[in-house]
């Protein structure tokens, strides 16, 4: 039978580097840019850090119709990722847009920055608060909480308010997440805060240090779990839901 | 305020018909007959059956990854329809593919089938199943019982591994469907059985003759609830998450 | 094997109307009266609706024991409706008091309002809150949304504690209960309003214009709910929990 | 103000005893003894055990039907056990009909007997089967355990198949009562078995004696907590939900 | 096959008295003292109570880590009753410190104070609320309401903020109890208030009384429990998860 | 205020490593060996493993009683990897004994492998089953899904009932884990595969071969989580319930 668990990549000096891919599935250069600087500061020796975002598809992602016409152009990176011999692969936006299609689609793992920055928040203690965009995609980020496991941790979606292409622009935005992460340990009592935005990702550390608890960024999170599972040769399983789609004609 | 109770349709004879609209999330036109057929055997006098299909995207949902690639043609369905003034829309898909999006979009009521089905058999006693196609799609249904909250009554998804395409076509398809029906009233002991593919909707009064229980389509279901909904001059709340989207730039 | 999916109605002219009978399961006329009005309000044109209520029990239902004391006069008027042949039946009160008797009694389907309610208002987006009368009821609604599998649909019950007989007398009352769908969106987020008293229903196309939201009131939501579910042939399954109850003595 | 938490009772010699009622809620005579004597045989020293049953309802419940026209009998003793200075109530039916009224007629504790069975086995250790008589009572059974909160804790419900009256009569009722217990532990890994039918109380031991593991009575459960709950001067709150009903006019 | 429902004990005048022992985890000899008297005032006439602390761990138990090392010193508590013929034991700190371990070791019935609370206040109503002694301990108390299934009854937890020990000796610490109960009883609308730490059993009465609330306590209830057990001859299920451990050597 | 996000470590080549100590905490030395090699295998190149057994407690842990004795020896070792200075520490026993203490104790970051597994298990697709020891610790595993929000993903808690000790010395012992593997996989449709005990950790490429589909290792999965923590500078949240335990007097 077919090895799905993948061979373990050598860990040793002169090897190639390991290929981690992340996408930001918007189409604003500045954040895909901004993303994997972050994703850089965080990944191990042997690892080699793309960050790409598609060709066609929304500016920023701030509503399930931003994130359906989103999803297509993910999935052709993930495609050419895989083709590229990727590792592992990210998606970078805290909706997790396309994760079930991209599991399906690529042979090495795949990683979306809500369920990794949830995953990891929770290995922390016991609860968090996501602080996120706009208040119009709190559903979502409960919704993934749900499906994820972990709403019984997740003590509330605080939203900031301030649109996502103007979280590097607006002088405020800062002022205004760290309004909201102070409340969200003042007055939900949340032990961590998740950063509910891959835009918020350079903040992360410069927030844990004025709020004194824990701050998780999901894109840093996302890839050092992508690189984990690619070291212990771990992959999406290829038996039963998440096989590679059928082939089938496509109308374009 | 503006009025998000809209305003309740004239009932009267003279009145111009309700246009509700039933999206067959596919390319295969063969289906889109058959799903209007049955939503037009089910609709009250008053209202009017459109069934449609998007232009681009795959022949048929069975992963994920079609999934995904069918919704951007669901949405621009939703967006004609709008503006051909329509009273409510179907999504006939039982993975319910571009709810949320839909939800935003429409000013109208949109109601998915799987949604729908599930929704109805819960008022028709405890417990159902759900027979679907290919075993691969076991988990959406699943997952799509856990968010409308009704998981809890559902007591199997069963696959009878025939493809949507050869429903119509492959003689074995009816007997294997059946089969499997059988199986969901004696092994797990549901009371009613829903019918798990839109390509499906045209078995249903047969099988509940042979079953002895209820059969529920959802392409039925979806068209008397949005039918319904339309009637009472309830729609999506516009307030908060279900908001037109914020208008952006699309690169396309 | 017996057909439990019933015959489908003919929807031609000519056909006589179907009889949908509205239970209003306490004895005051003037509540039966305005409960018959506004499910006759949204009836489809084919439609009889009759609204009746038992001939004994409390006059108004606020607490389990005025519900358990009118339960048995429900499963009469349900017992009378079947042999009037009704098509369907509503239960109008929010506690939907007798419905799992009255489902092993009828053959044809019977809706209580709270599910009608709850049910449609998950088809309207994500969240709703419940506005009732007492206090002392909620605890009622929540254990409903539990049953129902929309708990985490709902967001809050709120009370303006007018008495249910009061509703239609103290000229407070419409404004007690406008404050409280305020607070339900303002402070709970509440997408949606449900009513949680058959004697709000005539309300609640005045407080959806005034609070900008939609509010479903149960009454009309189980009339289309009922009406169809008829016209689908479909009724409770009579396999398993819901058959006929076995007979046996009663010492009256 | 009032104070709910009651006097707690002489538990000196002189004392007059504690009068626990348990009602049968069906109006079988035989019943009544057998229960009676089983609650006589747990009750402590300082106890008195009247069992009763309604004047009127069905000869036995075995259906939502059933149930309905039981409870207004059953509130009927609960009134008569409080004029009588009862120190608590047992409402002996695996189906805890009319429990929620009860509590609010009553200002002494009342306790379900499937409640009390299925707090009492949660606390010897983690899992445990239910065995009742008639498989359409199964799914009330699975709707306690989870208005309880012990849902995770119930492996199972099964049935015997024989009708409540016949428990006494019928003499292969006990071989299948333990064929299925056997299969609770068996198949089912129930760590402890509960008796689903008062009418089974008297089986309580031997059963256990040959299953070799603990098997929980209600009617034993209930009578040791309702007795537990009154010498520690515990009833239910009478703040909020549970507070006497308002009076009104019944037609009757 | 042995029998594992224990020989009920003889309920007669002349018996000898069944021991039952209360545990206090921590080495306070004073709290030891509180508990068997709270333990004393409501057992029955034929039980006699023995209460007892471990000769070595922590003073109190206030963190996970204290909880930690006061288990080993419970269970060779239970081991010595077990050797003195107990027929039940309490374990008394409101974190049930090693429940689990307790019913594998012993023969006779265990039960934990906040399991005992818990279980009795949801006999009484619908919601309750604990107020407990250190904010940090209120994810403890919650994991226990989720553990036992009654997370959806327990409306909050509340610290008073008073260290365990000086429960006793801080003038003080009676009315920020106070204070915090009733702001559950006001804001959480709790009917309920469970005391949530064994150091509080002798507050119970008084609180009650000035609450207007039912107010449990866990020591007095686990001992009815405990003792209610032991009469019905109902011991931990034997059978799989809670069977003796298996010898081993322990290095010492 | 302080900064609890920890300084990133430098991620240079002339750095020293970082110490990640990974506690077997039974007191099999073989076992520890068998860990520490896993745990090395997959650490990246700029981190050192160590790994240790208490001094003190059972030599396997194979009921609630073991792991209770154990408990007080993996703190002891928590501590003095603390005083060590460790980067992170990881529990290597799949009940994850002493896990909420060990946070409160540690500065750096602490995770159990049960959690590893189960969290690195739900990022490879849907479901999941665990192939455990003996069957008396299946109860235990159910319990730790539920507590970190992932019940709904695991198929079926399987027992291969070969103790631990006997896992690398009983010659049958890989030919029954591969039983159990391959019926979670052909009977429970479990996508993947969770090894539930450190002592299995050296099986998992093989099973993997074997099975066709990702088999999860949990010393392997906490051994990169760990590192990945801290690398990114994150640890256990000390605002709360995980704060360094009060100190107080422990008579030993």
Redesign the interface.
């Known amino acids: 039978?077919?090895?799905?668990?993948r061979e373990?990549p050598a860990?040793t000096?002169g090897a190639a580097p390991m290929l981690i891919r992340v996408i930001n599935p918007n189409?604003s250069g500045a954040m895909t840019e901004l993303i994997g600087a972050c994703a850089r500061?965080?990944a191990?020796?042997?690892t080699r850090v793309e960050a790409v975002s598609p060709?066609?598809?929304?500016?920023?992602i701030?509503?399930?119709?931003?994130?359906?016409?989103a999803?297509?152009g993910v999935?052709a990176e993930i495609a050419r990722g895989e083709a590229a011999g990727a590792a592992g692969h990210v998606i970078a936006c805290f909706g997790d847009p396309?994760l079930?299609?991209a599991?399906?689609?690529a042979t090495s793992?795949v990683?979306g920055i809500a369920?990794a920055a949830m995953?990891?928040a929770?290995?922390?203690?016991?609860?968090f608060a996501v602080v996120t965009t706009?208040?119009?995609?709190?559903?979502?980020a409960w919704?993934l909480a749900?499906?994820?496991?972990?709403?019984?941790?997740c003590r509330n979606v605080r939203a900031c308010e301030v649109?996502v292409l103007d979280l590097e622009t607006d002088p405020s935005a800062r002022a205004r997440i760290l309004t909201e992460c102070r409340a969200a340990?003042a007055e939900d009592?949340a032990?961590?805060v998740v950063l509910g935005c891959a835009g918020m990702a350079d903040l992360?550390?410069a927030l844990?240090?004025?709020?004194?608890?824990?701050?998780?960024d999901g894109v840093?999170?996302a890839t050092?779990?992508v690189?984990?599972?690619a070291?212990?040769?771990?992959?999406?399983?290829?038996?039963?839901?998440?096989?590679a789609?059928?082939p089938?004609?496509?109308?374009?």
Chains 1, 2, 3, 4, 5, 6 share one sequence.
Do not use: N, W
């Open positions: 039978m077919f090895p799905t668990q373990r860990l000096r189409t500061q965080v191990g020796p042997g060709t066609t598809g929304p500016a920023s701030e509503s399930h119709y931003d994130e359906a016409l999803v297509p999935l396309g079930d299609a599991r399906e689609l793992p990683v369920e995953h990891v929770s290995l922390l203690g016991r609860s706009l208040g119009r995609t709190r559903g979502q919704e749900d499906r994820y496991g972990l709403r019984a941790r649109p340990v009592e032990e961590k992360c550390q844990a240090s004025e709020l004194g608890v824990p701050v998780v840093a999170a050092i779990l690189e984990g599972l070291r212990l040769g771990l992959a999406t399983s290829k038996r039963g839901e998440y096989a789609p059928p089938k004609p496509y109308v374009t």
